[in-house]
């Protein structure tokens, strides 16, 4: 559906995560999915004006009111995914609300908000801005963003939720969200020809568990990648950093081209969730290029994994991931064609094209239902 008619086009407002830009190489899952939102639908022919970090892509275009400011820290050692600068979250709502403010001066100028922050403004603000908002849940509940549903009386905001698991961990706290998992660009993560390593990738950070993959790894016999940015110095200096070497090598971040062929040459990926994931994109991103995925059973991974010979284990147990991604391993070196099956699943499941196609459904019936309410008031 590429072209869209021009009759048929939406202009849609990208709200970004804060902290991080979005660029390559990707800072975490997040970063990563919001990118290829942004791609996906200016691609398919809507007008997509992005508000984000500064530094970002995809900001041509926007006004100055859209690009927020970026994290910065005094040291590497202080960099935080958990904790922000003094002083950082103040001059960030104070920009998230101007922005908020200049899509409520021009709503006629909007159809719709596409929101990914996980600050509270723009669900509060949901009623009041003239366009209707669209917000997906990344996170497990997080106590502003429940405090700003709570506020936004009035709102016919709609909600969505990465995974069935976050849908119900929202939904204890009263919010509902439709279920819409997250996608892959199957043109930039290709089916790839396997190998004997095995790989991990991912935000380096105490709930993503490398550690343990590492040791793993080290049970069955074969080398391990690692690849990603460090999001806590201390967790990398004092379980990851002793680990490293030998059949251990650590690639730091690295551009998606790259990430995606490392792990399209790899026999199999390592996921280590040590905290209820939302979702888990690297699984998917995993599966697209016929890499076996062997990973944690723990929140919404379950609904991302494959059939054999990709595999879940109990949360934290060493020696059964290292016993599965064995055999995950070993029968995909005998059977390449698993490479194929695999790749098949994510191609049904995870097509960034088909999962485009369903968010620019719920686009325009929200746009619909809005125009009719303001009909009727």
């Not at 502003?144 to 995974?163: D, K, N, P, W």
């Not at 020809?193 to 793993?216: C, F, M, N, Q, Y």
């Not at 995909?332 to 099956?341: D, F, K, Q």
């Not at 094209?353 to 459904?361: M, W």
Request: hydrophobic letters at 40%; a negative charge.
């Amino acid at each position: 559906m590429r072209g869209t008619p021009p009759s048929e086009r939406l202009r849609i407002v990208v709200i970004g995560p804060l902290r991080y830009p979005l660029r390559q190489p990707h800072a975490g899952g997040l970063e990563a999915m919001v990118w290829d939102r942004v791609q996906q639908l200016r691609q398919r022919g809507h007008e997509v004006t992005l508000c984000a970090v500064q530094g970002s892509d995809f900001l041509e275009g926007s006004p100055p009111e859209f690009v927020m400011p970026g994290v910065q820290w005094l040291s590497d050692a202080d960099a935080s995914d958990t904790d922000y600068p003094v002083g950082y979250v103040k001059r960030a709502s104070r920009s998230l609300e101007n922005a908020l403010a200049y899509i409520r001066r021009h709503a006629d100028r909007f159809d719709v908000i596409d929101n990914h922050c996980l600050q509270g403004p723009p669900i509060a603000a949901a009623a009041s801005l003239g366009v209707p908002v669209v917000t997906t849940l990344h996170t497990p509940p997080l106590p502003e963003m429940l405090a700003a549903h709570a506020a936004s009386i009035g709102s016919t905001q709609r909600f969505l939720a990465v995974s069935a698991h976050t849908a119900r961990a929202w939904r204890q706290h009263g919010v509902h969200a439709e279920v819409m998992p997250n996608s892959v660009d199957l043109d930039r993560w290709p089916l790839g020809k396997g190998g004997d390593a095995l790989v991990w990738s991912g935000r380096i950070v105490p709930e993503k568990g490398t550690h343990l993959a590492i040791d793993a790894a080290r049970m069955t016999g074969r080398t391990l990648v690692v690849a990603g940015r460090i999001g806590d110095r201390d967790y990398f200096d004092q379980q990851v950093a002793p680990r490293l070497g030998g059949d251990v090598r650590y690639v730091g971040p690295l551009p998606q081209a790259e990430l995606a062929d490392l792990v399209g040459r790899s026999a199999c990926a390592l996921v280590t969730p040590l905290w209820d994931e939302p979702f888990g994109l690297v699984i998917p991103e995993a599966l697209a290029t016929g890499t076996p995925v062997v990973a944690f059973d723990a929140g919404g991974v379950g609904e991302s994994i494959a059939p054999l010979p990709s595999a879940l284990v109990p949360p934290g147990d060493v020696r059964a991931l290292a016993e599965a991604a064995s055999h995950a391993a070993s029968l995909g070196s005998a059977h390449p064609e698993t490479r194929w099956l695999t790749r098949r699943t994510a191609e049904r499941r995870f097509d960034a094209q088909g999962r485009a196609h369903a968010l620019e459904q719920l686009f325009r019936q929200v746009v619909d239902e809005s125009t009719t309410m303001e009909i009727s008031a």
